[in-house]
């Protein structure tokens, strides 16, 4: 089979990466699309059940940190393009585990542009065609005060999280490779997203399975820290564009105009909940439970998104309301997946599909 083109998605068994997958295998069936994932505690097959059959898609277990074997991968499926995404992505796990956090997002992106970068200047159009898209966070600038601000495309790197520090480290040596080999890249800097087959350690699908549990909600420190939220599939589509038409060497950010108080946010997810529970609306509310403060912890993120939205016509497509209670709805009908995730089934999964 001839595929006009080869995009190799890293992480594609994650909570994003697998909508990006979904999005690219559908809409472009001339496309091949590889996914590569090691598959961590965070990555998961049954987010693919309905991509796998799908004859212009391919699973591969693999380790970004494997140097060799991306070099032999690469090669092997020819590939011209890398959505790059995966990472540790959890802030408290960075705080507990900093190693593994510089591990797979440092030294595996590392691995990955090293690798591109040989396969691809040996082959006969050298770097032209291709493109490396490293996926990476607003959480890399820092944060900002309560009283204003947005993060920009020139705002000054200042993480404050291993998990961030690891991210911006990466993002240096994507733009490293492309100002001293001249590798073609592209980064996207996104906000909070939330939505379907997000793994149940992030705030809103923790949350959901607590109430739905009755088990408190751990709200830190006094649930003032403000976050941007984007609904995944906008952010796949943003990717889908930035893949397409965004300029090489630029990094756009990606956010959904759409900033929370935590507490605030709690107070709806409890509102929208109970209400799809059919319980009394607000009768979760005594589980809310203030607890210690986050260690370093980033008081408030906006994302300034005009870049994206006007050179390249993106724009968020849901309002929030709407796509919390899609979400909401989603995880009451999925328990199933939620207690799979939660119990280690899905190697089972794995095994009983790839052997
Ligand atoms: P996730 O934790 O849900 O998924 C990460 C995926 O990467 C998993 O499938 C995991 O198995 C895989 N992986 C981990 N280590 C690997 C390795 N060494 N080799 C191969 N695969 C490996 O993460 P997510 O929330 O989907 O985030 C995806 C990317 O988007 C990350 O790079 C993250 O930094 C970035 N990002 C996330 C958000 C967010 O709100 N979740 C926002 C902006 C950017
Ligand atoms: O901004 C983009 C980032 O968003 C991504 O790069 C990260 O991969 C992703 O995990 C996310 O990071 P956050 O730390 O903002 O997300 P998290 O869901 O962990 O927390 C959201 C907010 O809620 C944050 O202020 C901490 C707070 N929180 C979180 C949890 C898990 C709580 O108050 N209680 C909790 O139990």
Redesign the pocket.
Known sequence: MHYERKILITGGAGFIGSHVVRLLATRYPHYHIINLDKLTYAGNLENLRDVEQLPNYTFVRADICDHERMLELLAHYEVDGVVHLA?E????RSIRDPFTFARTNVMGTLSLLQACSRVWEQSPEGYRGKLFYHV????VYGALPLDGGMFTEQTSYDPH?P??AS?ASSDHFVRAFHDTYGLPIVITN????YGPYQFP????P??INNIVQGRP?????R?E????WLYVEDHARAIDVVLHRGRVGETYNIGGHNEWR?ID??HLLIETTDRLLGRPVGSSEGLISY?KD?AG??LR?AIDASKIEQELGWKPSLQFAQGLELTVRWYLEHRDWVEHITSGVYGEYYQSVYG
Do not use: M, Q
């Open positions: 990472a992505s959890h802030v408290d990476s966070t607003d959480e999280s998990y961030s991210k996104c906000s909070n997203n350690e992030k705030l809103i923790l949350f909600l751990p709200v830190y420190g649930g820290n403000v976050r941007d935590n946010l709690v607890v986050r912890h980033d993120y």
